[in-house]
């Protein structure tokens, strides 16, 4: 049998594969689960140097299980959230002064969590889209949505 995760600790794992998945993909971590007093930023990935060449990227993650109600998290991801995202975003570039004149963005990762009926996952076309949990379950990095909404003033 295996042990149930909480949603914090899925949330995690799912973070874990899209972060994975980025750095396959170039970028590398600035901060993951970095707090402030607006909420958190899941992660911070950049690509290029720390200025105006630079990009740096706010990444919201959600992870959902089956039989989720909010379209895999995208539904979450209301104009409320996306300004506590960029009230924190804007306090990051604050405390990180070298990133202030880099091209920002706001993207989503939307990771399902999902049950196999015995045996390992099924073979995936980018295998870095997804992991394994254990004998019955893994995480797939369902959708990954660039620039998921507008910077404002930026």
């Not at 630079?54 to 104009?79: C, H, P």
Request: proline share 5%; with cysteine.
């Amino acid at each position: 049998m295996t042990a149930e995760l909480s949603k914090t600790e899925l949330g995690t794992l799912g973070e874990t594969l899209v972060a994975n998945w980025l750095q396959s993909q170039g970028w590398r971590p600035c901060d993951r689960q970095w707090h402030c007093r607006w909420g958190e930023l899941d992660l911070v990935m950049a690509k290029g140097p720390a200025n105006r060449d630079g990009q740096l990227a706010f990444v919201e993650v959600k992870t959902r299980s089956q039989g989720n109600w909010d379209a895999y998290g995208l539904m979450a991801i209301t104009r409320s959230k996306q300004a506590k995202l960029w009230k924190a975003a804007q306090l990051y570039l604050l405390k990180h002064p070298q990133w202030a004149e880099a091209t920002c963005c706001f993207d989503v990762a939307l990771v399902a969590c999902r049950h196999q009926a015995g045996g390992a996952p099924p073979t995936s076309p980018n295998p870095a889209r997804q992991m394994a949990l254990d004998d019955r379950r893994y995480l797939v990095l369902q959708d990954y949505i660039d620039n998921a909404f507008d910077v404002p003033g930026r």
